[in-house]
Structures are given as structure tokens and as C-alpha cells.
């Protein structure tokens, strides 16, 4: 998808790499400039993952004219000038106007923090991140792996693919400002609506927040994870349990009851599991559908089922220490229309291996025409002309299109009669509208069909043969049930983007298996690496549903790109979350190569503090992070109207494209409010209250 492009990777941090290695794996020729002496901090403490994919130079003093020509003659530059001094100069100077150059640092280029070089667990810390993983009774725990970074690579690329669109149609480069602030509070969306109601926002194990059963349990030989909300979900469990007299039980008679009573839930279950296996657990659950899995060691994923079925985890011999190593493979996974640009990574290259090429290379780069300085702001949108049908629910799919409209997308919202099930997810507001459907879906106008009727099935057709990507997160097999599986309807449209993400993908070895965000967090590695106590604990962050949303987002991209530039052709891409979650451990897979050499959070009289090496910063809240200036001059807290004359407050977009932004204008009505000109387009009937709107 993006071969022929020239990608220099100067920056150090982690969120570099992993972006550089994305570009690799989507076509890109990536040049990793390494420093003259190996080794050092950031990325450089796993080379053989920062490495591969990429072609390898090292510059030492002696190499300038190499390395400005390198720069001068590559399509992107991937810094982070937080880091480096080199990287600031690059930044700020005139570059090739039509270059793309990205910079990811901790806090941006705006706010007071600007330029600090905040490390994973700094950003963490003064986030509100930290502060909403570990037990409920303990201090704020930072995390396992490094999420921030691996999320931030997620939004770097998409803004890369998004501005290659711009370039191509319009001629002109630009500046990205990625900071890992932004994604840190995008990523506390489910906890902003406890602060907006006065609540306590704060970590709570394994368990919801606000659902039960819902958390880990220990079994004999390791632990399970069980997810049973919903009062069937409850009853199917209590039957694989062999307790009926639990359902007798008033605690437990409602959802409400049994979270307000989930201590003795907790035991109930934690009675049933600690007899049994995690295989006598999950064969019980499995015929009573209920979301549920093991807890996966990181160790173990190379031979987890599904993730060797799907190729996620692949070795390959480092050429520098001659030793075997774990290497992510790609999280896009395309089926069914020969989509091409996902390639297999390259070897790993030894250091400099690629010296004779580069220089050559160099030679015959065409010399720069035109140069700019800073960001000519344009009114061009990254995706004017583009159109989106979301079939979402919860996060995956909605955060997707949530910035597919920030850059300019026209995303149709399809809910059932009912709604997205966010829409009742509380907390809710006087009026029983939710707020956390307010945050994940801006951007979009709203249609509501059941597609169980012939005549909306009918009118979704319509809407599909106007429009170029369908996204959805359903459960797996509900859209072909219903004559819009991929196959389907590329059948009929074979031009169209069908972009499917749920819990383990539709090639799996768990077909129909439910998931939710703690579940695939559990089965990916991420809830290992991060212990408290002994205890395997998920990130209080919903990171599973983001990076699946994250992933679905440069899928689409992706998809885009390479139906504007090789005639029309289509794409099917599917997707999985536990995919996205195993590549985001990926740093862990290979000895040495922790993240955290001096940083911890500690417990003193005045609260929670991270001491990194002797430096004390307090441990945010996430009431903090909200009135926080930072927060404020990065514009990632918005107040914005709806189509009927409400406004919400909602989440700013990290796609940070300084010539062409992405812009949040609006929130989404009510339910059912037909936006006029979509009711005009299709000739849909509106209701009398929407035509009094």
C-alpha cells in the first residue's frame, strides 16, 4: 500500500519504532538511522524489534552530507524532539514542501508541558492513567507495557496514511504532532463520565465499575476471567455453575443489585473456579455463551491458539547476538480480495547493513524543489469525498469512526430500534441520554433501521451503494445472517472497504466466541504483564476496545489509499482485538527489554507520587486531568452541539495534522433525529418531532 515511499526513522522513542515498523509491514522502505554507538535507552533496549522490516544506517560524525540528503529525499521523517536535540532542529527548520513529518514527544507542541521529555511513566502519572489501574484498596500502579506508546504509533500512522491522501490529491506535505498526552486522555473515556456525575473515577482491580460479576477468578492451575453481567448472562452462569439458588438470591435479583453486592458475587464464583482447572472452568462456561478466558502468559503467546492460528507471534534470528526472537507480525488482516500491501516483515538487519544501498540511493534522489517553514493551515479535510457506514456498538467500532469524521469523513451512524447499547450505559444525564455515547461518537449523523425488516434491509442497501468503507464490531456472523456479511455485499459493491473488528477475528480457532475489552486483555498478554500483588491486572484503560478501534481505523486508511491509487478495487479486512492486543505487548517479548529501569509509584502523606530516579511527581486524578491547563490548550475536553440544539462535552481528537486538522464539530443527536438532507438523499420518512427539530 505504501511502497515506493521513503520513510527516515531518526526519532528514539518506542512509539517511533512501532510506527516505523507498521509503515514497514504496509510497504513503506523505512530507514532506521542508528547512532554510532549501539545501545542506549527508549527503543534501542530491544534493537532486534526496533530493527525489523527496516533497512539500517548508522551515522556517525562523519556522515552528514548522508544523512541531510537522506532526509531531504524521504517522503516521511518520524522524530521525537522531546528526546533530541537533532530531532528539534528537524522539526523547526524548512523542510521539502511536499514531505510529511511526524514528531512524537510526550506532551506536544502546544500547553505548558511542551517539550518536556516525559517518559511512559511519567506521561502515565500526570494523565490520570495511572491512577485508574490497580486494586481499589492500593496505590496506583503504572503499566505493564508500554500503552501509551504503542497506542500513540496507532494514531502516528493513520495521521501519515491520512496525510499521504492530502499530498496525492492536493499536492502538499505537513507537520504531525503526536503526543502521548493526547491518546493518555482519550483513553480515559469510560472514566470522564464518573467525574462529570461527581463520582469517584479511581482504579478497581479487575472488577467494572459499575457491572458484576465481572473480574478475575482463580482457578487451580492459573486464573479465568468471567464476564456476566446482564441478568441472562447471570443466569446462564449460575446453571454452569450448578448454583439455581443464587437466582432465588435478592442480592442478586438485578444488575444493580448484584454490583452493589459484588463482594459476595465475587466469592460465590471464586468458590466455583478455585476447585476447578481453567479448563474445567472455560469447557463449562463455553456452552452457555458467556464471555470468559484464560489469563495468557506473555511467555505463552507464541503458542496461544489463536494468535498462532492468525500469525501474530513469529521468530526470526537477530544477525547481531545470533540468538532466536519473538517479532510482531502485522495487525491488519485482510480476507477474501487479495489485498496485497500487508507484507511480511524483512529480516532483521544487522547494524549498518545497508550503508552501500542508502549512500547510493542518496546520489540519485531528485533535488528538493520548493521548501516551507512551519504549517500553511488549509481548508482541505484528510478525507473530504470519503463516506462511512458504521454498524457499531460499545467502543471498537464507533471510536473508528469517531476520527474517520474528525478528518472529514461523512460517517452514517446505523443503530437497531433500540440504539448502540451505549446510549444506555450509565452513568446517564437528567434527560436519560448517556454520556458515554456522547463521547465515542461525534462526527456522525444517525439512521436507525431494523434489519430484520425487508424494507430497512432495503434502504441500507441504498445507503451501502452511496458509500466507499462499512465498519462494524457486531458479533461475529450477525451481519451475514442477515445478508451483509463481506462476501455478501462485495458481491454487489466491489469497490467497497468492509472493515470487520471483534474479539478474535472471523479466521479463528474460537468462531462465535463473545468478548469483551477484559476478556481479550486477559488472552493477549496484557493483563499478565502487569501484576499487583501477584495478581494478573488488566489496565484500567479499556485498552483492548481502543487498540481494536485504533487498528480498524488504519485499516480503513489503508484501504482507502490503495483503492484511490490501483483502480477502485476493494478491500475485506478482518480484524481482530486480541490481534491489536498481543502486538501491543510486543516490546515485552524478548529478555531485557523492560520498560521501567527506575520509575515507581510510591505512597507518601500527601498522596500517591511516581519517583523516577529520584524525581517526585504526584500521581494525577482523573479530576485532575480535566482541569488541567494541558488538557485545555491541546483542546482535548469540548463542549459541542448536536443537530437538535443540545451540546455534550466530548473528547478532542489526538490525529494532530497541523495543515489539515482534524476537527471535532458535533456531537450526535437523539436517537432518531434524522438529519433533513439524509432523509432527502434516500427518501426517508421523517418523524413529526424531527421535523419540529
Known amino acids: 500500500m505504501l511502497d515506493g515511499w521513503l520513510v527516515v526513522e531518526v526519532g528514539d522513542r518506542v512509539a517511533v519504532a512501532a510506527c516505523g515498523g507498521l509503515l514497514a509491514q504496509l510497504g513503506a522502505d523505512v530507514v532506521l538511522v542508528e547512532p554510532e554507538r549501539p545501545g542506549g535507552g527508549h527503543k534501542w533496549r530491544d534493537r532486534p524489534v526496533t530493527a525489523a522490516g527496516k533497512r539500517s544506517v548508522v551515522i556517525s560524525t562523519g556522515d552528514r552530507e548522508l544523512f541531510e540528503g537522506l532526509v531531504a529525499g524521504a517522503d516521511v521523517v518520524l522524530l521525537s524532539s522531546d528526546l533530541s536535540g ?6 523547526e527548520s524548512a523542510r521539502p514542501a511536499g514531505q510529511i513529518l511526524c514528531d512524537i514527544t510526550a506532551f506536544g507542541h502546544s500547553g505548558p508541558f511542551a517539550g518536556v521529555p516525559g517518559s511512559e511513566a511519567f506521561v502515565e502519572a500526570v494523565s490520570g492513567v495511572a491512577e485508574t489501574t490497580g486494586r481499589r484498596d492500593g496505590p496506583p500502579v503504572l503499566l505493564g507495557e508500554p500503552l501509551l506508546e504503542m497506542e500513540s504509533a496507532l494514531y502516528a500512522v493513520s495521521a501519515i496514511v491520512a496525510a499521504r491522501r492530502v499530498r496525492r490529491r492536493h499536492g502538499f506535505g505537513q507537520r504531525i504532532d503526536i503526543a502521548l498526552y493526547d491518546v493518555a486522555v482519550n483513553a480515559l473515556a469510560t472514566f470522564f463520565p464518573l467525574a462529570f456525575t461527581g463520582r469517584t473515577a479511581t482504579r478497581n482491580g479487575n472488577r467494572h465499575p459499575t457491572l458484576s460479576p465481572w473480574n478475575s477468578y482463580r482457578a487451580l492451575d492459573g486464573w479465568v476471567v468471567i464476564c456476566a453481567p446482564t441478568d441472562e448472562q447471570w443466569a446462564r452462569l449460575c446453571t ?21 453486592h459484588a463482594d459476595a458475587i465475587d466469592e460465590a464464583v471464586g468458590a466455583w473456579t478455585s476447585l476447578q482447572s481453567v479448563a474445567a472452568c472455560l469447557d463449562a462456561l463455553a456452552p ?56 511480511p516483515a524483512r529480516d532483521i538487519p544487522a547494524r549498518d547493513a545497508d550503508r552501500a544501498p542508502i549512500s547510493a ?16 493551515v488549509s481548508r482541505v479535510r484528510p478525507l473530504e469525498g470519503v463516506r462511512v457506514v458504521e454498524i457499531g456498538m460499545n467502543t471498537v467500532g464507533p471510536l473508528a469512526g469517531r476520527q474517520l469524521g474528525a478528518l472529514g469523513a461523512d460517517v452514517i451512524k446505523v443503530e437497531p430500534p433500540r440504539g448502540d447499547v451505549n446510549r444506555h450505559n450509565a452513568p446517564l444525564r437528567g434527560d436519560g441520554e448517556s454520556y458515554i455515547f456522547a463521547l465515542l461518537n461525534t462526527d ?16 441500507l442497501w441504498d445507503v451501502l451503494g452511496t458509500a466507499d468503507v462499512v465498519i462494524e464490531n457486531l458479533k461475529p456472523g450477525s451481519l451475514r445472517r442477515l445478508g451483509f456479511g463481506p462476501a455478501e455485499v462485495q458481491a454487489v459493491l466491489p469497490g467497497l472497504i468492509y ?28 493483563m499478565s504483564a502487569t501484576t499487583v500483588d501477584g495478581i494478573p491486572t488488566k489496565a484500567g484503560i479499556s485498552v483492548s476496545d481502543q487498540i481494536g478501534g485504533l487498528v480498524g481505523l488504519l485499516a480503513v486508511l489503508a484501504g482507502i489509499e490503495r483503492r484511490e491509487t490501483r483502480g477502485g ?9 486480541q490481534d491489536g492486543s498481543a502486538w501491543a505487548t510486543h516490546r515485552l517479548w524478548n529478555a531485557g527489554a523492560a520498560i521501567y529501569t527506575s520509575a515507581r509509584i510510591v505512597t507518601t502523606e500527601d498522596g500517591p507520587v511516581l519517583d523516577e530516579g529520584g524525581t517526585l ?55 432518531g433525529v434524522l438529519d433533513p438532507a439524509l432523509a432527502a438523499e434516500f427518501d426517508l420518512v421523517r418523524s413529526p418531532d424531527d421535523a419540529r427539530s
Open 361 to 376: 540511493l542518496v546520489a540519485v534522489l531528485p533535488q528538493v524543489r520548493g521548501t516551507v517553514t512551519g504549517d500553511p
Open 569 to 577: 478495487a476493494g478491500a475485506a479486512f478482518d480484524l481482530a482485538m
Open 617 to 671: 511527581t504526584p500521581v494525577a486524578t482523573v479530576d485532575d486531568v480535566l482541569a488541567h491547563v494541558q488538557t485545555a490548550v491541546r483542546g482535548l475536553i469540548l463542549d459541542r452541539p448536536t443537530a437538535e440544539g443540545d451540546s455534550w462535552t466530548v473528547l478532542g481528537s489526538p490525529l494532530r495534522l497541523l495543515s489539515t486538522p482534524a476537527v471535532v464539530r458535533a456531537a450526535m443527536p437523539r436517537l
Open 240 to 260: 454452569a455453575m450448578n448454583r439455581p439458588e443464587l437466582l432465588l438470591d435478592k442480592r442478586f435479583r438485578s444488575p444493580s443489585a448484584r454490583m452493589d
Open 288 to 343: 452457555h455463551v458467556i464471555p470468559s478466558g484464560p489469563v495468557t502468559a506473555l511467555d505463552d503467546l507464541a503458542i496461544e491458539p489463536n494468535l498462532r492460528h492468525r500469525g501474530v507471534v513469529r521468530s526470526a534470528i537477530d544477525p547481531e547476538s545470533g540468538r532466536q526472537v519473538w517479532l510482531p507480525g502485522c495487525p491488519i488482516r485482510s480476507s477474501g480480495t487479495g489485498f496485497a500491501a500487508v507484507i
Open 86 to 91: 537533532a530531532d528539534r532542529a528537524l522539526w
Open 444 to 459: 456522525k449523523r444517525g439512521l436507525v433501521l431494523d434489519l430484520r425488516e425487508e424494507a430497512d434491509r432495503r434502504v
Open 499 to 526: 472493515c470487520s473488528i471483534n474479539g478474535f477475528g472471523h479466521d479463528a480457532v474460537y468462531p462465535g466466541r463473545p468478548a469483551l475489552d477484559t476478556v481479550v486483555q486477559a488472552m493477549s498478554g496484557l
